[in-house]
C-alpha cells in the first residue's frame, strides 16, 4: 500500500531514494517524503501529493548525507495531510521512520506511550513505533536490541525501515515485503526491487520476522529472537529487465502493447508447473479457484473454463467472501489462489484459512518471491515481466494464458490453445488502434457505460468494466445478456451506450438477441466483433479465432478504450486516484 525505501552507505542517499521512491509510487502514491541523517542530525521533508510534486516544492532530492529513508504514502490511519506523511520522526527527533502496513494495536501502545510522557503529532498508527524505538534505544543504547523489543510489542502487519543517530539504517519485516539490495556503494533496503534497480540487481530477500542493522559498510541480519539469519545473494536480472517506460507515455499504456509477446513469454516458460497442477486439479475431491478484482475475473474464465473442458465441478471464490463462503475443505481439496502480486491481503487471507483446513495451494502469481507463492504447494510463475501500471493488464492476459493451458491438458484434445496465432491477433487488434482512441474521444462526457457479454464473455465484460472505472472514472457495469430483461433495460434509453462483446462462438445469436432489444429502447451500440453488423452503431472489428479463445483478443480493445477514455478525461491511466497497485490491507 506504501512504499518504503532506506540508503546507507557512502554515496549522497537523497537522490537515490527521491528516484526509487518514483518507480515504486504504483504502490501508493497520496504523498512523500524523505529523512536524511547527516552529523547526527536527521532532516525531514515532506509533503501531500506525487514524488515529481513534492519534490519540486520542498526538495527533497537536495538534502545532503549518506543515510536516509523515504517513503510513498496511501492512507490507511489518518487523512492525506502532511503531518501524516512519512517520514515520522521520535520525540526527541534522533530517530526517524518509515513503514508500510498496519499496526493493530497502535491505539493501545499510543495511550502507554502518553503516560510515559511522549507525544504525538499525527494521526498515523506509525508514529507509535518510531517512539517506541526512541524508549527502547534510550533504555538499551543498542539499536538491535531496540528494534526486537519493538517489534515484541506490535501487532499487524508491517515492515518498516528507521535511521538512528549513530548513522545505523535498521529495518523489520512481518508480513510486508521488504528486500535488501546490494550497491557497489551501500545498502538499500525496499518494499520493491524497482525502489533500486538502478543501484544493483544483487538482493536478499528477507523472511518474515526478521531485522537487518546496516552500518560503516557492514550489514547483520537476525530474527525477532535475536537469532543470526544467513541468507543467499540473489541475482534479479530478469525480474527487473523491463521497469522502464521506453518510448510510451505511460507505464499502463506500455503494458498494453507488451501482450502479444507477454502471453507467449508465459507460454513457454510454464510449461513444468502447469503439468503437475493439472494432474494435483484432477485429483482434486473438492476445487475452488480465487481471486480479488481483475484476479478474481481471471478465475471466473478459469472457473468456465475448468468446467467446460476439465468437466471439473469447481467453485469460484471471490477472496474477500472466502470466510464468508459454504465449504468443502479438507485434504483432498485444492484452492487456486490467483495474485499478480502474490501480497493481497484479501487473497492471502482466503488461502490460508484453506490451507488451515487441508487444502493445498496452487498459485498463480506474478512476484515468484511473494507470500502467496511462498505458503503454495506448487507455484506458477507468470513471468510477463514487471507491471507498473496500478490496473492490471498484461498479468490479466498471462493469467489467462495459464489458465488456458491446464484447461487444454485436462480436455483431452479438445482444447489446444495456439498462443503464436492469438499473439498475431493481439498485434492486430492494437495496430488498429487509431478506432478506438476516436470512440473513446467521443464517448469522454459519458457518466454511464455497460457492457455486456456472455459466457466467458460476460467475465470479460466485468473486468472492462472494472478497468474502464478505476481508469476513465466512469460508472461501467458489466451485464449479462440474458439478464436485461430481468431488470438493467429499464436504465436504458436514448442516452445509453453498451458495448457488445459478441464474437461469432456460442454466445452470439443470444447475445443478437439482446442487441436488437437494446435497439429497440433507441440506445448506442458498439458491437466488439469479428463479424459486421448494421446493428452496431460502432464497431471495433476483432480478428477471428478459434471460438474459445476470443475473451483474450477481445480483452485488448477493452483496455485501449479505458485508456484513451482516460486520457481524454485528463486522468493519470498509471496512477488512479484513491487505489494502489498491491492491496495488503483487509
Ligand atoms: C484492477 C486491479 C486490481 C487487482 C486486485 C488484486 O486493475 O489491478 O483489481 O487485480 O487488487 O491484485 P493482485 O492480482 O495483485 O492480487
Not at 526509487?20 to 509510487?25: A, F, K
Request: aromatic share 6%.
Amino acid at each position: 500500500m506504501c512504499s518504503i525505501i532506506g540508503y546507507e552507505g557512502r554515496g549522497e542517499a537523497a537522490p537515490l531514494l527521491v528516484k526509487g521512491l518514483q518507480r515504486m509510487e504504483y504502490r501508493g502514491y497520496d504523498s512523500a517524503g524523505v529523512a536524511i541523517l547527516s552529523q547526527r542530525e536527521i532532516s525531514v521533508r515532506k509533503g501531500v501529493g506525487k514524488v515529481s510534486e513534492v519534490n519540486a516544492l520542498v526538495h527533497m532530492d537536495e538534502l545532503r548525507g549518506e543515510v536516509g529513508i523515504g517513503h510513498t504514502r496511501w492512507a490507511t490511519h489518518g487523512g492525506v495531510t502532511e503531518a501524516n506523511a512519512h517520514p515520522h520522526l521520535s520525540n526527541s527527533g534522533q530517530i526517524a521512520l518509515v513503514h508500510n502496513g498496519i499496526v493493530t494495536n497502535y491505539i493501545e501502545l499510543r495511550e502507554e506511550l502518553r503516560s510515559k510522557g511522549f507525544s504525538f503529532n499525527s494521526q498515523t498508527d506509525t508514529e507509535v513505533i518510531v517512539n517506541l524505538l526512541q524508549l527502547n534505544f534510550e533504555e538499551t543504547r543498542d539499536v538491535k536490541t531496540a528494534m526486537m523489543r519493538t517489534v515484541a510489542t506490535l501487532k499487524g502487519n508491517y515492515s518498516f525501515a528507521a535511521v538512528f543517530p549513530d548513522g545505523t539504517l535498521a529495518a523489520a519485516r512481518f508480513h510486508e515485503p521488504l528486500i535488501v539490495g546490494i550497491s557497489r556503494d551501500g545498502y538499500l533496503v525496499a518494499s520493491d526491487i524497482l525502489g533500486f534497480v538502478e543501484q544493483t540487481d544483487k538482493v536478499i530477500y528477507l523472511d518474515n520476522r526478521e531485522i537487518i542493522t546496516m552500518k560503516d559498510g557492514g550489514q547483520v541480519i537476525c530474527d525477532f529472537d535475536g537469532k543470526p539469519v544467513r541468507h543467499e545473494l540473489i541475482r534479479v536480472s530478469n525480474e527487473i529487465a523491463d521497469a522502464d517506460k521506453g518510448e510510451y507515455v505511460h507505464y499502463t499504456l506500455k503494458e498494453i502493447f507488451e501482450q502479444p509477446a507477454s502471453i507467449l513469454r508465459t507460454a513457454e516458460k510454464i510449461a513444468p508447473e502447469v503439468a503437475r497442477a493439472a494432474e494435483m486439479i484432477e485429483s482434486a475431491k473438492n476445487l475452488y479457484i480465487t481471486g480479488s478484482g481483475s484476479s478474481f475475473h481471471a478465475a471466473l474464465v478459469g472457473k468456465y473454463l475448468l468446467s467446460k473442458f476439465g468437466g471439473l465441478n469447481i467453485e469460484a471464490i471471490m477472496a474477500s467472501e472466502a470466510e464468508f463462503s459454504p465449504h468443502h475443505l479438507d485434504s483432498e481439496s485444492v484452492m487456486i489462489a490467483i495474485s499478480q502480486s502474490g501480497e493481497t491481503a484479501d487473497v492471502l487471507e482466503a488461502a490460508n484459512w484453506a490451507k488451515e483446513k487441508g487444502a493445498r495451494i496452487i498459485s498463480i502469481v506474478n512476484k515468484t518471491s511473494s507470500s502467496l507463492a511462498q505458503m503454495s504447494s506448487l507455484t506458477i510463475g507468470l513471468g510477463c515481466g514487471p507491471e507498473i501500471g496500478v490496473a492490471a493488464t498484461k498479468s490479466f492476459t498471462s493469467q489467462l494464458v495459464v489458465l488456458y493451458t491446464i484447461a487444454g491438458l485436462l480436455s483431452g484434445g479438445t482444447l489446444s490453445p495456439r498462443f503464436d496465432n492469438l499473439s498475431r491477433q493481439m498485434s492486430e487488434v492494437l495496430d488498429n488502434q487509431t478506432k478506438i482512441k476516436a470512440l473513446a474521444e467521443k464517448l469522454t462526457g459519458l457518466s454511464d457505460i455497460y457492457i455486456l457479454g456472455m459466457g466467458a464473455n460476460y467475465s470479460i465484460a466485468s473486468e472492462a468494466a472494472l478497468k474502464i472505472k478505476e481508469l476513465a472514472y466512469v460508472h461501467a457495469e458489466a451485464l449479462p445478456g440474458g439478464e436485461l430483461k430481468h431488470g438493467p433495460l429499464a436504465l436504458l434509453d436514448s442516452n445509453s451506450y453498451v458495448v457488445f462483446l459478441n464474437p461469432s462462438d456460442s454466445t452470439y445469436s443470444n447475445v443478437m438477441t439482446s442487441a436488437h432489444e437494446v435497439k429497440a429502447r433507441g440506445a448506442k451500440i458498439i458491437g466488439i466483433s469479428n463479424r459486421p453488423s448494421e446493428i452496431y452503431d460502432y464497431w471495433i472489428n476483432l480478428p477471428s479465432t478459434e471460438a474459445e479463445m476470443f475473451p483474450l483478443v477481445e480483452m485488448i480493445p477493452m483496455q485501449l478504450l479505458a485508456y484513451y477514455l482516460a486520457i481524454h478525461r485528463n486522468a493519470n491511466p498509471d496512477y488512479p486516484r484513491n487505489l494502489a497497485k498491491s492491496v495488503t490491507v483487509k
